[in-house]
């Protein structure tokens, strides 16, 4: 889980915050919303694109980080939210502008056509048909963040895999039977 922290920070350099953008909205009640929804083109593989999809949840102690949502493709980021500010990375949606671009293409931010309980305790690796379709938002506010990952096949539009923190800091993934969890 450490891994994904690194690579969130390591791959700020090559990325856009989505807080710039007009996607990012406040208010005078101390909301934030952060909300993008764009395709990424990744490399194919027999019509197949392939992406890692992780939750790590919130650690407090020695080894403090905060709770996130990262999706990568051969360790290149693609999409991650950051629920806090972590070691000079500010908290917020993240995509890699080289790989992304923004879409008006509708995506439900919903676990609709995955099955489920949701997984907290994997990552996942994940195969889609054609370019990847992510929608990725976060709301801060006096209650606390909570932050979602929907993602799925361009091509087809079928959901793949869906990632959530709520308030409470409870979070996990759903995914579709095209995808298989780490070991």
Same mark, same amino acid.
């Given at each position: 889980?450490?891994?994904?922290?690194?690579?969130?920070?390591?791959?700020?350099?090559?990325?856009?915050?989505?807080?710039?953008?007009?996607?990012?909205?406040?208010?005078?009640?101390?909301?934030?919303? *952060?909300?993008?929804?764009?395709?990424?083109?990744?490399?194919?593989?027999?019509?197949? !694109?392939?992406?890692?999809?992780?939750?790590?949840?919130?650690?407090?102690?020695?080894?403090?980080?905060?709770?996130?949502?990262?999706?990568?493709?051969?360790?290149?980021?693609?999409?991650?939210?950051?629920?806090?500010?972590?070691?000079? *990375?500010?908290?917020?949606?993240?995509?890699?502008?080289?790989?992304?671009? &923004?879409?008006?293409?509708?995506?439900?931010?919903? &676990?609709?056509?995955?099955?489920?309980?949701?997984? *907290?305790? &994997?990552?996942?690796?994940?195969?889609?048909?054609? *370019?990847?379709?992510?929608?990725?938002?976060?709301?801060?506010?006096?209650?606390?963040?909570?932050?979602?990952?929907?993602?799925?096949?361009?091509?087809?539009?079928?959901?793949?895999?869906?990632?959530?923190?709520?308030?409470?800091?409870?979070?996990?993934?759903?995914?579709?039977?095209?995808?298989?969890? &780490? !070991?």
């Amino acid at each position: 889980m450490l891994a994904a922290v690194v690579l969130l920070i390591v791959a700020s350099v090559v990325v856009g915050r989505v807080g710039s953008d007009s996607a990012s909205a406040g208010n005078s009640l101390g909301r934030t919303v *952060q909300d993008m929804t764009v395709v990424c083109a990744v490399p194919e593989l027999r019509g197949k !694109s392939d992406f890692s999809f992780i939750y790590t949840p919130n650690f407090t102690g020695p080894s403090t980080y905060p709770a996130s949502l990262s999706m990568s493709n051969a360790n290149t980021a693609l999409a991650w939210i950051l629920t806090e500010t972590y070691q000079n *990375q500010e908290k917020g949606v993240f995509v890699d502008r080289k790989r992304c671009r &923004h879409t008006s293409t509708v995506v439900s931010l919903s &676990h609709a056509g995955l099955p489920g309980p949701p997984d *907290q305790l &994997h990552g996942f690796t994940c195969f889609a048909r054609g *370019q990847l379709l992510i929608r990725a938002r976060a709301v801060w506010d006096h209650r606390g963040v909570a932050a979602s990952i929907a993602v799925r096949s361009y091509a087809t539009r079928k959901p793949v895999a869906f990632g959530f923190i709520n308030r409470t800091g409870f979070g996990g993934l759903y995914t579709s039977r095209g995808c298989v969890p &780490h !070991s």
